[in-house]
């Protein structure tokens, strides 16, 4: 018997390996951005606010790797230096939305009654507008703004972590070592804090790394449409709604910024993926 499934606990075994590899890659890429991000301002060889009218619209070149825009910017610089918005702005909506989300889910699984009636009828409320429609209307109420279009994205993607861990907190409250462990007279902040939260992190998570690029790319949407942040701040949606006139005639202003958004999407969209596969019980079984 055990010589027969030798084979198949190869394979896992390679599967899990290679698994692994990539987890270190994407995760060192993504790593790599982050503190790119956080470093922009000793990165930029130029000053990304600095105009040059001598120097509008020149093509790329050694002096300017990426060329500069009207204004004779940097635009390698202003990249490097939108980075610090683009991606730490994701983070901290993604950041938000998953504790507040999961957070609302566990309270309402957890008291049941009136508090998960309302709690959940408010989730499908916000569930039933189109998404980006309703972020937008929100951040033009309030006004623009980076800020403000992180609150408006937060405001329609909390519900789905909020189902989520719901879901999940359900599924675990009737588990037999939760019933053996309210037995043993633990509270419960400590059955959530020790074995609730613990048992749902894995899905959670994985939805998070998920939802790293689809916010990145919402938030470059709105910012586009001039309801994110605000020229001259380097943002990567803003740079790319500020130089769109010239894409026709000096198409890497434009190119430049939206090529950082693709980088940036796909290593954090890879990575959640491969997270997603190494958290896979039959991955690991």
Same mark, same amino acid.
């Given at each position: 018997?055990?010589?027969?499934?030798?084979?198949?606990?190869?394979?896992?075994?390679?599967?899990?390996?290679?698994?692994?590899?990539?987890?270190?890659?994407?995760?060192?890429?993504?790593?790599?951005?982050?503190?790119?991000?956080?470093?922009?301002?000793?990165?930029c060889p130029y000053d990304p606010y600095m105009q040059d009218m001598s120097m509008t619209k020149a093509a790329p070149s050694a002096e300017h790797l990426l060329g500069t825009d009207r204004y004779g910017r940097d635009m390698l610089s202003r990249v490097i230096a939108g980075s610090k918005t683009s991606i730490y702005a994701t983070l901290l909506l993604v950041s938000f939305i998953t504790i507040f989300g999961s957070l609302v889910g566990i309270i309402c699984a957890w008291t049941g009654k009136w508090l998960d009636t309302v709690l959940m009828r408010l989730s499908d409320m916000f569930l039933a507008f189109p998404g980006l429609v309703f972020a937008l209307a929100v951040a033009a109420v309030l006004g623009g703004g980076v800020h403000n279009a992180i609150f408006a994205l937060a405001a329609i993607s909390w519900p789905k972590y909020a189902r989520l861990a719901r879901s999940q907190t359900l599924a675990q409250q009737s588990a037999v070592y939760m019933q053996a462990a309210r037995m043993a007279g633990s509270s419960s902040f400590k059955l959530i804090r020790k074995h609730v939260i613990p048992n749902i992190a894995g899905p959670i998570l994985v939805t998070a790394m998920l939802d790293i690029g689809t916010m990145m790319?919402?938030?470059?949407?709105?910012?586009?449409? !001039?309801?994110?942040?605000?020229?001259? $701040?380097?943002?990567?949606?803003?740079?790319?709604?500020?130089t769109r006139n010239l894409l026709p005639t000096q198409p890497?202003?434009?190119?430049?910024? !939206?090529?950082?958004?693709?980088?940036? $999407?796909?290593?954090?969209?890879?990575?959640?993926?491969?997270?997603?596969?190494?958290?896979?019980?039959?991955?690991?079984?």
């Open positions: 018997m055990s010589q027969a499934m030798a084979p198949t606990v190869r394979r896992q075994n390679v599967r899990q390996n290679h698994l692994q590899k990539k987890l270190y890659i994407w995760g060192g890429l993504a790593l790599l951005l982050i503190l790119a991000a956080f470093f922009s301002d000793y990165l790319m919402e938030l470059a949407g709105l910012s586009f449409l !001039g309801l994110g942040a605000k020229p001259p $701040v380097p943002e990567w949606g803003s740079m790319m709604s500020d890497w202003v434009t190119l430049a910024p !939206g090529f950082a958004i693709f980088i940036s $999407v796909m290593i954090f969209n890879l990575l959640g993926d491969t997270v997603r596969d190494y958290l896979d019980p039959k991955n690991r079984r």
